[in-house]
């Protein structure tokens, strides 16, 4: 790390993977200049190919409006002779307190759910659509988070060419890569593209995990980079069943939050002990 101080609602000296950072103005924890600093500094793979975190309102052009920072590539992706624009990095986390049922007691998870092993690097505009609380198979979870990443590894076509028009036109005018975006803005938007004939790309709204798509098939798949490769680049191991062939993610428990609270725990020592 750095010398910048950060405050530390819990600060662990020694154990720097229990630490929790707070946040400066008011951005998310997983995307606080603490915690996008542990993700360039400790992962060898981010470290490699981005560039340092800086505010996302720096960022140009800008692909969202979220407080916090986030880190850009290094270098642009290509493909069959054409660059193509990427997608910053930033963080969600892997899983959730509306993961677990209503009456379970999550007292301990929340001691850990700030810290690093539960920070999830994902592209810019990516969170997960969260389920219903209370269910078993929410989307807040680390199970269902992982299985949708694994799946789109080992599927052949994940992104169409249109919706890869749509993500490069919107990185290019810095018109933003939330999926919230409201349609009164995108109209704005295409009106100011001055849309001349029917093979220009219109703006529509993003769905469908398209940004994390989009990521996986420029950033990995391209790269010749499988299932495997992206769990050991993010330090999952602890979270799959590696005795298995395909490294299976584990099962979720939602009314268990103390096995989520090892697996945090475990993977936070690894990030920083780089194992």
């Known amino acids: 790390m750095d010398n910048t101080k950060y405050v530390f609602e819990k600060d662990f000296n020694d154990l720097p993977f229990l630490n929790v950072c707070k946040p400066e103005q008011g951005e998310h924890y997983e995307v606080s200049q603490y915690s996008m600093k542990v993700l360039f500094d400790e992962y060898e793979y981010y470290k490699d190919n981005y560039n340092e975190p800086i505010k996302r309102s720096m960022c140009k052009p800008i692909q969202i409006s979220s407080k916090g920072y986030s880190i850009s590539r290094k270098e642009k992706y290509y493909d069959d002779f054409e660059f193509m624009p990427c997608i910053n990095v930033a963080c969600d986390v892997l899983t959730g307190l509306k993961a ?3 009456e ?3 007292g301990c998870f929340k001691t850990i759910y700030h810290t690093a092993g539960n920070f ?3 592209p810019e505009g990516a969170n997960f ?3 219903t609380s209370g269910k078993i198979g929410n989307s807040d979870s680390y199970e269902q988070k992982l299985s949708l990443i694994k799946k789109l590894f080992e599927e052949k076509d994940i992104i169409s060419e249109k919706e890869i028009k749509h993500i490069k036109a919107r990185i290019e005018i810095g018109f933003g890569l939330g ?3 409201h349609l009164d803005k995108i109209q704005e938007a295409n009106e100011k593209l001055k849309i001349q004939d029917e093979y220009q790309i219109k ?3 993003l769905t469908n995990n398209i940004q994390l798509r989009y990521w996986i098939q420029n950033e990995w798949k391209k790269n010749n980079k499988n299932w495997k490769d992206y769990v050991e680049a993010n330090y999952l191991h602890d979270f799959v069943d590696m005795k298995t ?3 299976l993610p584990l ?3 939602s009314s268990d939050p103390v096995q989520a609270c090892k697996l945090i725990i475990k993977r936070g020592y690894r990030i920083f002990k780089k194992r």
Do not use: A, V
Request: charged share 15%; hydrophobic share 30%; glycine share 4%.
């Open 104 to 106: 379970t007691n999550i």
């Open 100 to 102: 677990f049922t209503p």
């Open 129 to 131: 659509s969260p389920g």
């Open 245 to 247: 062939e395909d490294w």
């Open 120 to 122: 999830l690097p994902i």
């Open 203 to 205: 703006l529509e709204p």
């Open 251 to 253: 099962s979720f428990d």
């Open 179 to 181: 999926s919230s975006t």
